[in-house]
């Protein structure tokens, strides 16, 4: 029997009881070196059927098949005002919704009753020849055919460019060690920790998150997380000693994984600097924590150890050849009330720190104004009056409250407000974007930890798929999802837009994306909305480029 099927972009969202909605989708186009993704959705009414999935293509090779699998959402958005009313949403409602991305069993058994979704990754080397492939997908009951679809995909003679846009997501060391309950830095931690890194590098994630000390982030005051920090600290008659042997395997590792750039943990607590992170040490051969929430950021000894730290950090790093590739962090998201305790941690940092960038969150110009040293990383909501300042370095960033009317990547938000960050970034002539959830397996304040698989909501403390891109698979490997994939995406349509300027003028660019978003100028509140729209302008990019290799082959 012949069951209902169709091809669907990467932007849709498929839920089981209902007809499917998105544009039709049986032809594309991709540059060469990219991963392009579409969804091969089925209905059956059959229980306990087994199915089998067979491409048929010359990119047969390239092609990976995985299900679509629901995970459950018990919250929505604990920060969005019921006054914004916001619109752009796929619902309301908590329930089941389509996310997690699980590889194809064999036999596959598929919901009964039920529209199901097959995620279509096609990994294009960079050596592959130009033209037209078709890929043809075949569901198979019993051996028996029961529906094909066709998708012919137009492989662009040109090769998409390296990334220039520096984008970090952040790792959490302690949650993996958590989760699959090894201790950590052990054999098996570090494996993990590689297999994680490695997923962020393919998704365009080039820069990693590195826990010099334990992170003072997303912790209530007074409770601790596990002990992360890489750089080993022994305490002996009121001097200190360190040992960064820890700290070079996990930067030799990253960049074996294809890390280019290193963010350093922030020093000072979250929230304006006002107490130091937890450290620890060997004293007198006993581990024991020297400072933590019991420290004031201006405690003297606190002062001392940083000052005997950093001269030894920054020279090890710079024997590595890494000053252009570090950032460092004083204190997470200072506002205007905590400026003058911001200010007075950054400037002690500064003085040791001079040759390396700093930078930090920051949303309000009021505080960036009053540390002209520091690269701010408002919100995205907020970049408008940060890019007139034209900084040497704009960045960026989005977290649980960048709701109204702005991309992000919650689960009940549409695809394609996730997709068009990659457009926006361009826009704005981003150099760098920031997010802090990779893979943050905790409620929110990290007072217990959660299953992600049953929980996406942080325990209710932020929006459905803000902490986390990932969940944690067997074997110490990480799931992608839905979120993860179209994220990724949107970094690849950034890298093809500046592609794009080797053919034609940026202002020319601008004006295309100005022409695709509503009032006739894009921002980051106003830009092309829905599938339709946000495909639409990825054809009309590709349609250039491949316009351009015609002209001059």
């Not at 679809?149 to 990334?163: A, E, G, R, S, Y």
Request: glycine share 6%; with cysteine.
């Amino acid at each position: 029997m012949r069951l209902k099927t169709r091809l669907c972009s990467s932007l849709a969202k498929i839920f089981p009881q209902e007809e499917p909605q998105g544009v039709p989708y049986h032809s594309a186009s991709a540059l060469k070196g990219e991963r392009f993704s579409f969804q091969f959705v089925f209905h059956t009414k059959k229980q306990w059927t087994p199915f089998r999935v067979e491409v048929d293509s010359a990119l047969r090779k390239y092609v990976r098949v995985r299900k679509v699998e629901l995970v459950p959402v018990p919250s929505l958005s604990p920060f969005l005002p019921e006054e914004w009313a916001e619109e752009d949403l796929i619902s309301h409602q908590p329930g089941l919704y389509p996310d997690l991305l699980e590889e194809l069993p064999d036999p596959y058994y598929p919901l009964p009753d039920a529209w199901n979704a097959l995620w279509i990754t096609v990994e294009l080397p960079e050596t592959i020849q130009g033209g037209r492939y078709p890929i043809r997908l075949r569901l198979l009951e019993s051996g028996a055919d029961a529906g094909e679809q066709v998708l012919i995909l137009d492989v662009i003679d040109l090769v998409l460019p390296p990334q220039k846009l520096i984008c970090t997501s952040w790792v959490h060391a302690d949650c993996l060690a958590v989760y699959y309950d090894t201790p950590m830095w052990s054999g098996k931690h570090w494996s993990i920790l590689e297999k994680f890194i490695r997923s962020a590098v393919r998704h365009g994630i080039n820069m990693l998150y590195t826990p010099l000390l334990t992170p003072p982030l997303d912790t209530a005051p007074g409770e601790e997380r596990p002990t992360t920090q890489l750089i080993g600290i022994r305490k002996k008659k009121g001097d200190y000693f360190f040992d960064f042997s820890r700290l070079d395997r996990w930067i030799n590792m990253a960049q074996k994984c294809g890390m280019k750039y290193f963010e350093f943990s922030h020093l000072f607590s979250q929230w304006g600097a006002r107490y130091a992170p937890k450290v620890v040490a060997d004293v007198n051969g006993t581990e024991q924590r020297i400072f933590g929430w019991e420290t004031s950021g201006t405690d003297p000894e606190y002062r001392k150890f940083l000052a005997q730290l950093l001269p030894q950090l920054t020279n090890f790093l710079i024997r590595k050849n890494l000053r252009k590739q570090c950032y460092f962090h004083c204190s997470d998201e200072p506002n205007r009330k905590q400026v003058e305790s911001y200010r007075e941690a950054f400037l002690f940092l500064h003085k040791f720190l001079k040759e390396f960038h700093l930078f930090d969150a920051m949303s309000d110009t009021g505080v960036a104004r009053r540390i002209p040293e520091v690269i701010p990383i408002p919100a995205e909501e907020h970049i408008r009056t940060f890019a007139l300042q034209k900084p040497d370095q704009l960045w960026t960033y989005y977290s649980c409250t960048s709701q109204k009317k702005v991309s992000n990547r919650f689960l009940h938000m549409p695809s394609s407000r996730n997709r068009i960050l990659g457009a926006l970034l361009y826009r704005y002539g981003i150099s760098g974007f920031l997010n802090w959830g990779f893979n943050f397996y905790y409620s929110g304040l990290s007072r217990f930890p959660l299953d992600p698989f049953r929980r996406t909501d942080a325990g209710g403390a932020f929006p459905p798929g803000d902490a986390f891109l990932v969940y944690p698979g067997r074997n110490g490997a990480p799931l992608d999802s839905i979120h993860y994939e179209v994220f990724a995406e949107a970094l690849q349509d950034f890298r093809v837009l500046s592609l794009l300027e080797r053919y034609l003028h940026r202002d020319k660019i601008m004006d295309m994306l100005d022409h695709h978003s509503p009032g006739g100028r894009m921002t980051m509140t106003e830009y092309p909305r829905g599938e339709n729209a946000v495909l639409s302008l990825r054809k009309r990019i590709n349609k250039c480029l491949a316009g351009s290799v015609k002209e001059t082959s």
